[in-house]
């Protein structure tokens, strides 16, 4: 399978523990993007990579959230200290050089007990 | 106001119906229109990608851009029980990486 992967699919934890999510984008393609979407909502942006070099952040990203994307592969989103506000799919994107046609994965779905 | 406006839906249509869904922007720096298809927890599916006033169609999907009154439309027609899914309009503004903005996405379902 060639397409964005993400791990893991389903994620329960309990307020106030740390969780952290991987996205492998698809091969070669240099951008990669995380959005947030709760339940009847559209996704929501939080922040985008270009290579290794995280270039905006969201307002939504508080400072217990931070991602990574070392050696500009696969990236990690973390979650510090989780809130029962942070249930929601976090979906993750990529896109190639030329074009911003943004594909995304399967999602990770977050449960904050 | 949300910068993309959409009805939630749910939208119930029997099979074969041409459905009809709609997006309304405020920001008219939103310059690439999209449709994506989302079924029950899964990740969204790119439908289309139109970037100029008119029609863009594929297959029995259609896609319709109007810069000027800043609405977009998906049309879908002959519709199957398989299309039932939510559908999420989305769009950007102008440079090669741009984050999306979307609507609330249009809960459909189709009916035998």
């Known amino acids: 399978d060639t397409g964005v992967s993400q791990d893991p699919r389903h994620k329960i934890t309990k307020r106030g523990q740390n969780v952290t999510f991987r996205c492998d984008p698809i091969s070669e393609h240099n951008r990669l993007y995380w959005y947030r979407q709760t339940l009847g909502q559209g996704p929501e942006f939080l922040t985008y990579f270009q290579n290794e070099a995280q270039l905006e952040k969201s307002r939504l990203l508080s400072n217990r959230f931070s991602a990574e994307r070392p050696k500009g592969s696969f990236s990690t989103l973390e979650i510090q200290r989780t809130e029962q506000g942070d249930s929601a799919m976090y979906l993750c994107?990529?896109?190639?050089?030329?074009?911003?046609?943004?594909?995304f994965g399967p999602g990770t779905r977050l449960t904050v007990l | 106001q949300k910068e993309v406006e959409q009805d939630p839906g749910p939208l119930s249509v029997p099979e074969g119906a041409i459905v009809s869904l709609n997006c309304t922007y405020s920001?008219?720096?939103?310059?690439?229109f999209m449709w994506y298809r989302q079924y029950s927890r899964k990740g969204p599916e790119l439908l289309m990608y139109?970037?100029?006033?008119g029609n863009k169609e594929d297959g029995r999907f259609t896609a319709q851009v109007d810069k000027s009154s800043k609405y977009i439309s998906l049309f879908i027609r002959d519709s199957q029980p398989s299309d039932s899914a939510t559908y999420l309009c989305a769009m950007r503004g102008t440079g090669t990486a741009s984050k999306l903005t979307f609507g609330t996405g249009t809960r459909l379902q189709v009916t035998l």
């Open positions: 139109t970037y100029s006033s």
């Open positions: 994107a990529s896109s190639g050089a030329g074009t911003d046609t943004q594909y």
């Open positions: 920001n008219s720096a939103f310059q690439y």
